[in-house]
């Protein structure tokens, strides 16, 4: 099946600093990928679509310049959290589809953002 | 505005018992439904997916049905095992969209 990776899977940082998180779809180009926050117990919400050599397309209510995606490739998108907060510590997870007629998405295996 | 639901939020379940994962939702114009499979702390394995054309999935142990017409979709584990546990997540793609409305998952626990 198609493998899509993220690095770093688990990261502490502190109030204040930028943390960047790579997605990267390791077999197939994905001119699309998805960012998704989780928080404990609770389902996956849509952050923002990431699109290969245009702007990121973000969801109502998340802020664009806090955080902030490159689509640098086909194959890396990249989620910077910046000036994190403790409120911003959360579970990651990005998604490419890989057969664009069925539109069936491959998860990573998401980041863990502790913000201290 | 698409809103998935399902139910029950858990499940405790000897195993070898056979069970059912209910899914809902809201807005039948989907383009395709899938189940997910979540392990603690991990990413998400795509378990299942349904065409909105379609009516059922299987694979080995896993059948998932769909009647788009009234919003529902059932994912059924045959003969489950204590490797089973998870949480389960449902999850809609809008038609014309690529983008997935999930629900808040059943968190299925099988008992040795």
């Not at chain 1, 001119?31 to 245009?54: C, D, H, I």
């Not at chain 2, 299987?58 to 003969?79: E, H, P, V």
Request: contains cysteine; glycine residues 8%; aromatic residues 8%.
């Amino acid at each position: 099946g198609a493998v899509v990776s993220q690095h770093p899977s688990w990261v502490i940082c502190k109030s204040g600093t930028s943390v960047k998180i790579e997605c990267r779809s390791l077999d197939f180009q994905a001119t699309t990928m998805f960012w998704y926050r989780q928080f404990p117990k609770q389902s996956l919400m849509l952050m923002a679509t990431s699109n290969e050599g245009s702007k990121a397309t973000y969801e109502q209510g998340v802020e664009k310049d806090k955080f902030l995606i490159n689509h640098a490739s086909l194959t890396l998108s990249t989620l910077t959290v910046t000036s994190a907060h403790p409120e911003d510590s959360s579970f990651y997870i990005c998604s490419a589809p890989r057969d664009m007629s069925s539109y069936e998405q491959y998860f990573g295996p998401g980041t863990r953002l502790t913000v201290t | 505005k698409q809103e998935v639901t399902q139910i029950p939020a858990a499940l405790s379940v000897p195993e070898g018992e056979n069970l059912v994962l209910n899914c809902s939702f809201t807005d039948s114009a989907i383009y395709n439904l899938q189940w997910f499979r979540q392990d603690p702390g991990k990413g998400l394995t795509s378990l299942l997916l349904i065409q909105s054309s379609q009516r059922e999935q299987t694979s080995g142990r896993l059948n998932a049905s769909l009647d788009k017409s009234s919003g529902r979709s059932t994912l059924y584990i045959a003969a489950s095992q204590p490797g089973d546990s998870a949480t389960y997540l449902c999850a809609v793609n809008q038609g014309g969209s690529e983008k997935l409305v999930f629900g808040k998952g059943t968190k299925l626990t099988v008992n040795p």
